[in-house]
């Protein structure tokens, strides 16, 4: 059973960590896919500190103890949040961690979201297995470069009565 994390969006004054916590999460992606140059890696604290200043934009963490463990980004465009940059510290990873971070970001969504997308890399299994467990479904892929992406939906809204 894994401990319950503290989560809470992240402010720029834990910038410098969350940069440190996706690079080390990421460089597995990287390695996975022969790419180093995936933009979670290449991210400067700049770049960081302003979409952590955004106001479409949500980033949640997810504290154990004093350490940041993991985040999810989240991009609210219309009725539709896209999740990006998830992220759990390489030691951390498969203790359910991830699952509580996926879980929380719901009640941070701004009311009127109708579905909620993510995207990972086609042969990352192990994450496509994740968001299929919570609720997604696979909707298309789509290649960039010389990676394909597979692109996961959630649907938050109930399939309209009859009466309607």
Known sequence: ??????????????????????????VTEAQQYGDPNIPPLTQTIEELVEDLQREDVVTLGGWHGHRLVGSIRVLIEDKKATLGRFAVAPDLQGKGFGTQLLLAILPYLPDGIEEVWVFTGRDSVQNIALYAKHG????????AGDLTYAFLRKSLVDTPADDE
């Open 136 to 143: 997604y479904e696979h909707q298309h892929d789509q290649t």
């Open 1 to 26: 059973m894994t401990a319950d994390l503290d989560i809470r969006p992240v402010t720029t004054d834990d910038a410098g960590e969350l940069l440190t916590l996706r690079r080390a999460a990421f």
